[in-house]
């Protein structure tokens, strides 16, 4: 079973000091539930030589061995020790909050050194993000509360195997990879929107290049590693038009409350839509979103995935359809600072 929108490969952020008591005792909690997870981890060849292990499970970490190894051996992702060990966890690895104003689209955002300003903030337990959650709603935000099954701390430690990612298909796992090996390697401080879009973009494609490398073009593996791609482009230009039609709204020259009044009328239209298009999607991946309580907090979250990825196949064929040449080229756009180079193939 594939993973409901958007793809939450999400950055931890800890160990680094902050000013201010509330952002200290955070980071405090964030460093301790890390380090409980490094310590308890077990080299994968540990795990698979367990009994508790089930042979699919076990199969499903080979897997991600090869994935990995294709990301760096033939994408030029960053060779990392993510994924050498084993983590077994029985809830939801993470949990993750965004935040919006009520009346426009402007996001919350959080400031960490090295990573930057960030529109998501991330907890290891229910009890923190849900204290967050309602300390964000009583000063008039909207909110939306996610659950991860995965992250990446940008390789600055060894990501294990979370038993939770062993759950998604042979597509999913695929793409959630080399979601994360993006992150490793490519990372545009202050960025989160344009890192995210990235790495679905070539988490998307270069799954599907895997699956026709490792079973064949035409494969059902690869075929349904292709339909999720293509249902993603589909959701991207829903959720695009949605916030088109929601901004022109906010942009009218009434007040406040008129605005978070009206809105509700656009947001039960924009879900009837939904309904009515839904048959165009090829898979069930996006099935959860019928029965989403709508709010500007929750396009940004989706948006903040899936915004224009159309604009990624101009860049894929600008490099001849070669994934590795994207990847030189984001790494060398990286490294110059020319990041104007890179948006005008995005525009």
């Known amino acids: 079973m594939r993973r409901g929108p958007p793809t939450f490969l999400l950055l931890l952020f800890f160990l ?9 005792l955070y980071l405090s909690k964030l460093g301790w539930h890390q380090s409980f997870i490094t310590f308890q981890s077990v080299p994968v060849r540990e795990a698979l030589k367990e009994g508790d292990l089930e042979d699919e499970a076990k199969e499903k970490i080979r897997f991600i061995q090869e994935v990995k190894r294709y990301g760096e051996e033939r994408l030029g992702l960053r060779r990392t020790r993510n994924y050498t060990k084993y983590f077994e966890v029985k809830r939801p690895v993470l949990y993750l909050i965004t935040a919006s104003e009520k009346d426009r689209f402007e996001p919350h955002r959080w400031n960490f050194p090295i990573i930057g300003r960030v529109t998501y903030k991330s907890f290891f337990t229910l009890e923190g993000v849900l204290k967050e959650k309602r300390l964000l709603e009583r000063k008039g935000y909207d909110t939306y509360l996610q659950q991860a099954a995965a992250y990446s701390t940008l390789g600055w430690l ?3 195997i979370f038993s939770t990612m062993l759950k998604w298909d042979e597509p999913t ?10 992150h490793a390697t490519v990372y545009f401080k202050g960025e989160t929107d344009l890192n995210e879009q990235m790495a679905t973009f070539i988490g998307n494609r270069g799954a599907v290049d895997f699956l026709n490398e490792k079973y064949g073009p035409g494969s059902k593996e690869a075929a349904l590693a292709i339909d999720y791609q293509g249902d993603d482009l589909l959701f991207s230009k829903w959720v695009d038009q949605a916030y088109k039609r929601l901004s022109e709204f906010y942009d009218q020259p009434v007040s406040r409350e008129e605005k978070v009044r009206g809105r509700e009328e656009i947001f039960q239209s924009i879900q009837n839509e939904f309904r009515e298009m839904k048959h165009r999607f090829k898979t069930d991946c996006y099935k959860g979103v019928e029965g989403v309580e709508w709010n500007n907090a929750v396009i940004l979250a989706y948006r903040q995935y899936f915004h224009r990825l159309d604009r990624w196949e101009y860049l894929y064929h600008a490099k001849g359809r070669d994934l590795r040449k994207v990847v030189e080229y984001l790494k060398e756009i990286k490294s110059s600072g020319n990041k104007k180079a890179l948006t005008s193939y995005l525009e």
């Open 16 to 24: 680094f000091p902050l000013t201010g008591c509330g952002n200290f």
């Open 158 to 160: 060894k990501d294990p």
């Open 173 to 182: 796992l695929a793409d959630i990879i080399l979601h994360e090996m993006v």
